[in-house]
C-alpha cells in the first residue's frame, strides 16, 4: 500500500516563488526514481523534471532555470522549487514515484492526487 501525496500548492502573483514537496509513504522496499508532472484542462500530463535515486536530474526546457527538483531520501521526499512564476505554469501538478513494494516483487508506477497551482495577478 503505497500513498503518494503532494502539497504546497496555491494562488500565487506572476513573478513570485513557490516550493512544492512530495512524500511516499506505505509499505516500500524501495523506491527509485521519482518526478513531477503537470496538467492543464484539454492537455495530456507532461513530466518536466525527474530525479533518480543517485540525485541526477533531468528537466524540460521550459522550466530549466526556473524550477529544481531535490529529493531526501531517508524521508522518501522530493521538493519543487518554482521561481518566476508565469499564468503558463498554471496547472495541476503530480508526483510520480517508481516503488518497489516486495524484495522480490517489480517496481511499478505510482502518482500522487495533485495538488492545484495556480499563477495570476
Known amino acids: 500500500q503505497v500513498h503518494i501525496v503532494e502539497s504546497g500548492g496555491g494562488l500565487v502573483q506572476p513573478g513570485d516563488s513557490l516550493t512544492l514537496s512530495c512524500t511516499a509513504s506505505?509499505?516500500?522496499?524501495?523506491?527509485?526514481?521519482m518526478a513531477w508532472g503537470r496538467q492543464v484542462p484539454g492537455k495530456k500530463r507532461q513530466l518536466f523534471a525527474q530525479?533518480?535515486?543517485?540525485?541526477?536530474?533531468h528537466y524540460i526546457d521550459s522550466v530549466k532555470g526556473r524550477f529544481t527538483i531535490s529529493r531526501n531520501n531517508s524521508a522518501n521526499t522530493i521538493y519543487l522549487e518554482m521561481t518566476n512564476l508565469s499564468p503558463d505554469d498554471t496547472a495541476v501538478y503530480y508526483c510520480?514515484?517508481?516503488?518497489?513494494?516486495?524484495?522480490?516483487?517489480?517496481?511499478?508506477?505510482?502518482w500522487g492526487q495533485g495538488t492545484q497551482v495556480t499563477v495570476s495577478s
Open positions: 510520480h514515484a517508481d516503488v518497489q513494494v516486495s524484495e522480490f516483487g517489480s517496481p511499478s508506477a505510482y
Open positions: 506505505g509499505t516500500m522496499f524501495a523506491i527509485g526514481p
Open positions: 530525479i533518480t535515486a543517485q540525485g541526477q536530474e
